[in-house]
């Protein structure tokens, strides 16, 4: 008979899910990885969720229709109204007719700080 762990795994059950904020290099700025869900029955943030290589997401609903880039608008304004940045903070770099979205963030160090404390506190799914 052998003691010891148990099978290993790529991320144990208790491990904290990663966030879906990467700093830049510069300090200025981060990278933010969005699953968005268009035609939804209200704009939401829902939460933070991983892939199954444990990447992490942010969950984001809104309702307009994936049409001439009306989901990506809603997904800025709902951003930018949540957390009380302009929309201009928010340039959108991959993704642009898929769910999965990476969102360049512009913004001083200190108010990154405050975005990924507000991050780490969303229900996990």
Do not use: C, Q, Y
């Not at 290099?25 to 029955?41: D, I, K, Q, S």
């Amino acid at each position: 008979m052998v003691d010891g762990p148990g099978p290993a795994t790529s991320r144990p059950a208790t491990a904290p899910l990663p966030l879906p904020l990467h700093r830049d290099g510069n300090g200025n700025g981060a990278r933010l990885a969005v699953r968005l869900t268009p035609r939804a029955a209200r704009d939401r943030i829902e939460g933070l969720a991983a892939d199954a290589d444990g990447r992490a997401w942010l969950r984001v609903s809104v309702t307009a229709a994936p049409e001439g880039g009306k989901a990506n608008a809603a997904l800025v304004a709902l951003l930018s109204r949540s957390w009380g940045l302009p929309k201009g903070a928010f340039a959108l770099v991959v993704g642009a007719t898929d769910r999965r979205k990476s969102l360049r963030v512009t913004a001083p160090p200190e108010t990154l700080d405050t975005l990924a404390e507000r991050l780490a506190a969303l229900p996990r799914r």
